[in-house]
């Protein structure tokens, strides 16, 4: 009988009943070895169950039973935090054991395993265990206080009327359709031939509808008259009446009894029977053992017709004979072994007061679980009924496509900096030194432009800077050119400045835009952008990261306004507390830190300021420029609460595929 | 950035705070110092590089104090005449040439003050010092010294015992076997010749910018000090000189100025002058958004510290001290104004001014692109543009034409730009196999490639498809239906033109109105296999830019 190397089966078991027990019982009869998971307190919650014992007390009723029933049989207990456990990611489980309340569960888990590339389990359905009532045992009947976990009946259980419609096995939904549609009480057989179903399902309906109260059962006692053994003999022979006039025809209407005897083989206490019954009906004399014919058969013809009737039928009723049929089976039971007559007890079941109204095609429709498009397009559908499904057990996941949660902020970035009337700006990863340091006043010999901050690419140089910009700034390096300043006061290398870099901040953007828009007189630019840092990646450091870039050129640009930008901007993204502290760049005077308040602490967002003359003159540029390059990555950490800037850019797929749309900017 | 640990209670005691020293913690910030680390009266704070006189207490205070009103303008530096000269060695010209020094006495160095006096030492070391290159400094203890002094050209048989040694070593031998010399050795010409200070009594003082010498090692304890700084430019020199003559003054010292001759050029170090800078109050109040006279603006540069001169009409003259490097341009003087006016008194100027905002063409058109793939259900990821040769080339069986590298990468890791979106979406693929499949997954970014010289970096749109029954079709489908979505056209494929990780013969190149657009077909099992996935994938990799002049295209057709 074991057909399987392993076979899963699985539940809450709370209670542990007399049901779970034949489920296991299969599973063991079926497998090798069995795989049983439990579910988790979690799990069972989130599938709508309420355990009223813990996954520990759950399991050790189980393994009770286990160790004492298969001690010596291969075994494994999971506990599932999920709806399919092991089932979804072990090869080896090869069927599944169900009970008709779970099979829907053993597809989803097949939809899994096929998504994953596992062969699908075979799923064993076994049927419901019967409590006495011959209603299933289920763990929330026990709960209720109906049965025990026997499926015995408990005393003073409520049961019956209340279940209504909904509860009810589609057994007893196509019996109270054929009472119904009958008008009038019907037996065993009225009902199967009403329903469809084999008189047995009958049974088993009537009974559980009985138990609950919606049908009556009367007990109808009647005299029926069945076939006996020697029946079939007469109708393929004729009465022995009949054959004994033939035989006195076909003999010049007189034999001698034992001539008679002789050639018709009848016994002698037959034949004497039969003699006398002929003589009485006035078909022939006897004198001196002679026999003469006085006139033709047949003897009764009504006999013969009903012994036809009675074997075709196999039993008739005695009160729905006329007197002469009355008469005649009153004559053919005196025949030995051609007819019984035997006291039969009937159901009469008929529907009790109360009994729920049913649609009228429900109960002789077929049950379907999957709707079809011949189902639709035939019109079959109106004569279907689609099967209740089991809505609480899981189905397989589906995963729609969806933003990376980094893009999904670079979005929201852009649309509030463009609703503040700011224009993108967009440009290349690889840079000139010119652009990423030297135009910003970096001189060539700071740390930051050192091989181990920065990464230096093994390229050729892929622009040459304008050379009036170029002339300007070595001029600014070197002496400080015509902005006032000291300058770095070094000889400023050119070459240097044609190194090729991975950007280190998107504020080479600002300057090259700068630099493009010189002529304009009011220029609100913003852009978010990669960058690159020579790093050890760790929680808090990564090789690459997004700035959050802007400038406003105008001439009555000052450090207030700038805090005003930056405060809007935060705002918008829901930090509504923002303050500034002093620090410093290189490239700015005077500089700010902007740091936002999330829940008790301030964390630090970014740096801002004023380009330094250094920077802007050598560009063409007189106004004063505000400038400021934030986080991106921080602020998303901050909002979703992440603590390693490496998950971020894990693409874990667990993640990117679950974490939630909402988040505090959503409705800000 | 720079960090010192500081002790609140001492750092109230010199700022003359009365109040809980743990509330220096909320004046700390608007001095320009992050707290990183406060823990009872022990806080950790990290300092701009530009201002190394916030690597001591001393120092710091001497700022604070101006903040908050106990003094105000610069702080008073003063200097006598030591007697102590240093003699310069001609020979140094092009090595190491220039030096200064400072006599200051007076001092009780107790552990904590010579903690944080080498702490500034460091971090002078590597700031303005560029590692010692540039500049270099030496403590001494004066009373071990025998000047004059001679700061001299020797050859690498020189020897000395160097401090924290027990026996003389050559300077050769520094330079090949001690720690310090194989570490900051690069900053001397290999042949030497090799500077090194000598007293009178032949001791040598230092090696710079290598090691002191263990004679004149300075102690808890030490009392006076001699302080040798070298170099290569002799305004940092000087620089470097002014801020330790702050500290040691703040600490109560006394100092000396050293003379120092170069041949018949005769100076006194250290610099304690001041520079003047001019400042138009206007111009301040302007680019701070605030509105402050002359006089305004002179009270706010003496809280932070700087001298005034005079003001006259709108100019207010300032006097810079020698140790305020930092401070190049008139627009550094603005933020020594903001200093002075207190930054908690800068409100944010809310305004909304009108202007014509709108994110850049190609974010519009990648947006569609985006909104196209995720409508055919595919999950987007991000991936690094820097990563690994295996990854890029040896583990998707490709032979790298002219990969970009990093010159000095810290990790193998993140060391080649990349060319193609597919091994990154390949590798998501991979860390992500015990997921639920069907994984689709897409990426929108740039690649780079320098193939034929010439950089190129471009954008470039990749999607992979992984399950149980992914194949050609499905990709060459999604394929279609991008373009169509995007386009409203269906591109022609050829079975030539496409490479790997895709298999030859089930991958075809994709053009569109003779544009060539990319690559779709199968992923090679072997590439699958190595990197453990264990279900077939199926991918394409399309030329944004090209599918972005296509939709230009289709723009101007229609406006035409």
Not at chain 1, 378 to 398: K, N, Q
Not at chain 2, 72 to 97: E, K, Q
Not at chain 2, 210 to 236: A, K, M, P, Q, W
Request: some cysteine; charged content about 25%; aromatic content about 6%.
């Amino acid at each position: 009988m074991r057909r399987y190397r392993r076979v899963a089966i699985g539940g809450t078991f709370d209670p542990f009943h007399r049901g779970h027990r034949a489920l296991i019982d299969a599973a063991f009869s079926l497998g090798d070895e069995v795989v049983i998971g439990v579910s988790s307190d979690e799990l069972a919650r989130r599938m709508g169950k309420a355990p009223d014992r813990t996954f520990g007390e759950r399991a050790c009723e189980l393994l009770e039973y286990l160790e004492s029933k298969y001690r010596d049989r291969v075994y494994s207990l999971h506990k599932l935090d999920d709806p399919f456990g092991p089932l979804a990611s072990d090869p080896s489980i090869e069927a599944l054991v169900v009970s008709p309340e779970t099979e829907g569960r053993g597809r989803a888990a097949n939809e899994v395993r096929r998504s994953r590339g596992l062969r699908e389990v075979d799923i064993i359905r076994m049927d419901f265990v019967l409590a006495e009532d011959g209603e299933p045992i289920s763990s929330t009947r026990i709960r209720r206080g109906e049965i025990d976990k026997e499926g015995r009946i408990l005393e003073g259980a409520e049961r019956g009327m209340g279940l209504g419609v909904d509860s009810l096995h589609p057994l007893e939904r196509r019996v109270l359709a054929a009472l119904r549609g009958s008008g009038g009480p019907l037996d065993v057989d009225g009902i199967a031939a009403a329903s469809g179903l084999s008189p047995d399902q009958v049974r088993r309906a009537v009974e559980w509808l009985r138990s609950k109260g919606m049908v009556r059962v009367e007990w109808e006692v009647r005299r029926v008259a069945v076939p006996g053994p020697g029946a079939r003999r007469i109708l393929e022979e004729g009465l022995p009446e009949d054959r004994l006039l033939r035989e006195l025809e076909s003999s010049g209407g007189e034999l001698g009894i034992p001539e008679l005897a002789g050639r018709l083989r009848m016994d002698s206490q037959e034949l004497s029977a039969s003699l006398g019954r002929l003589s009485r009906g006035g078909y022939v004399s006897i004198s001196r053992g002679r026999v003469r014919a006085l006139r033709g058969g047949p003897y009764s013809r009504i006999s013969l017709d009903l012994l036809r009737r009675l074997v075709d039928a196999g039993e008739l009723p005695l009160d729905g004979l006329s007197p002469s049929e009355a008469s005649a089976l009153d004559e053919l039971s005196r025949r030995p072994g051609v007819i019984e007559v035997r006291e039969v007890r009937r159901a009469r079941v008929s529907l009790a007061e109360g009994a729920p109204a049913l649609q009228p095609a429900a109960g002789s429709a077929e049950e379907v679980t999957q709707l079809t498009p011949e189902d639709i397009s035939t019109g079959r559908w109106r004569s279907l009924r689609l099967s209740r499904l089991d809505v609480v057990s899981p189905v397989p996941e589906m995963h729609p496509g969806r933003r990376h949660v980094i893009t999904e902020y670079v979005r929201r970035v852009r649309e509030i900096f463009a609703s503040m009337g700011f224009q993108e700006v967009s440009g290349g990863l690889l840079q000139i030194s010119f652009w990423n340091f030297d135009a910003l006043y970096t001189p060539q010999d700071h740390p930051a432009r050192e091989l181990q901050d920065t990464f230096y690419m093994d390229v050729e140089p892929t622009e040459e800077p304008p050379a009036d910009v170029e002339s300007a700034v070595a001029a600014t390096h070197e002496n400080g050119w015509r902005t006032g300043s000291t300058g770095w006061g070094y000889e400023w290398d050119p070459r240097e400045a044609r190194r090729v870099v991975l950007r280190t901040h998107t504020t080479v953007l600002s300057v090259r835009a700068l630099h493009a828009t010189r002529d304009l007189p009011v220029v609100k630019l913003f852009s978010v952008g990669e960058v690159f840092r020579n790093e050890k990646v760790d929680s808090r450091h990564l090789v690459e990261f997004h700035q959050i870039e802007g400038i406003v050129k105008s001439p009555d640009a000052n450090l207030r306004r700038l805090m005003g930008y930056i405060s809007e901007f935060y705002s918008r993204l829901g930090f509504r507390d923002v303050k500034f502290w002093p620090t410093y760049f290189p490239y700015t005077e005077p500089s700010l830190q902007v740091m936002v308040r999330v829940g008790g602490s301030w964390l630090e967002m970014g740096g801002m300021g004023i380009f330094r003359p250094e920077v802007t003159l050598p560009l063409g540029v007189e106004e004063p420029v505000l400038a400021w390059g934030l986080g991106l990555e921080r602020l998303i950490m901050v909002d979703m609460g992440i603590e390693d800037a490496r998950e971020l850019y894990a693409n874990r797929l667990s993640w990117l595929r679950r974490v939630p749309a909402c988040r505090s900017w959503t409705w800000t | 950035m720079p960090v010192v640990d500081v002790d609140l209670r001492r750092l109230a005691s010199l700022v003359r705070w009365t109040g809980p020293p743990e509330g220096l913690l909320e004046v700390i910030p608007y001095a320009g110092l992050d707290i990183e680390s406060a823990d009872g009266p022990l806080a950790r704070l990290e300092y701009s590089p530009n201002r190394p006189d916030f690597a001591t207490e001393w120092g710091i205070a001497a700022y604070l104090r101006g903040l908050l009103g106990v003094e105000s303008g610069p702080v008073p530096l003063s200097a006598s005449d030591s007697g102590v000269t240093i003699t310069v060695d001609p020979g140094l010209r092009g090595v190491r040439p220039y030096v200064a020094g400072m006599v200051a006495r007076g001092l009780r160095l107790d552990g904590e003050a010579l903690r944080q006096l080498i702490r500034l030492q460091e971090d002078l070391h590597e700031g303005i010092g560029r590692r010692r290159r540039r500049v270099a400094i030496g403590l001494h203890d004066l009373s071990k010294v025998e000047p004059p002094i001679r700061y001299e050209a020797v050859g690498p048989g020189h020897a000395f015992v160097p401090l924290g040694e027990r026996r003389p070593w050559t300077v050769g031998e520094i330079l090949s076997s001690h720690e310090l010399g194989r570490k900051y050795g690069q900053a001397l010409p290999a042949a030497g010749p090799y500077p090194v200070l000598l007293d009178s009594a032949g001791h040598t003082l230092s090696f710079p910018p290598i090691i002191n010498g263990e004679h004149t090692r300075v102690t808890e304890g030490t009392d006076s000090l001699f302080v040798d700084v070298t170099g290569t430019s002799l305004t940092r020199v000087l620089d470097a000189l002014s801020v330790l003559a702050l500290t040691l003054s703040e600490m109560g010292a006394r100092l000396g100025y050293v003379g120092v001759r170069y041949g018949p050029l005769s100076i006194s170090t250290p610099d304690l002058s001041s520079r003047e800078l001019r400042l138009s109050a206007r111009r301040a109040s302007s680019l701070l958004g605030l509105d402050l006279s002359p006089s305004d603006v002179a009270r706010c540069l003496g809280r932070a510290r700087i001298g005034v001169r005079e003001v006259t009409g709108d100019v207010v003259v300032a006097l810079v001290s020698r140790y305020r490097f930092d401070v190049m341009h008139e627009v550094d003087l603005v933020e020594e104004v903001a200093y002075g006016y207190g930054y908690p008194g800068l409100s944010p100027e809310a305004r909304l001014d009108p202007g014509a905002g709108g994110i850049s063409e190609q974010s519009a058109l990648e947006e569609a692109m985006r909104d196209a793939a995720i409508g055919l259900g595919m999950q987007e990821v991000v991936t690094t543009h820097l990563t690994s040769r295996r990854l890029l080339y040896d583990l998707m069986g490709r032979t790298p034409e002219r990969p970009i590298r990093a010159l000095s990468s810290k990790s193998g890791e993140h060391e080649y730009l990349r060319d193609s979106l597919l091994p990154g979406l390949l590798w998501v693929l991979s860390s992500n196999a015990h997921e639920a499949y069907p994984q689709r997954i897409f990426e929108l970014g740039s690649v780079i490639s320098a193939a034929g010289g010439a950089v190129r970096e471009r954008r470039s749109l990749a999607f992979a498809i992984a399950h149980a029954r992914a194949g050609f079709t499905e990709a060459k489908s999604a394929l279609n239906a991008l373009v169509a979505s995007l386009l409203g056209a269906e591109p022609s494929y050829s079975p030539s033109g496409c490479r790997r990780p895709l298999i030859e013969g089930r991958c075809a190149s994709v053009s569109l109105g003779g544009r060539e657009l990319g690559i779709v077909g199968e992923v090679d099992p072997s590439v699958l296999y190595s990197l453990g996935i264990q279900v077939p994938v199926s991918a394409a990799e399309l030329d944004a830019d090209a599918l972005m002049d296509l939709c230009r295209g289709r723009r101007g057709a229609r406006q035409g």
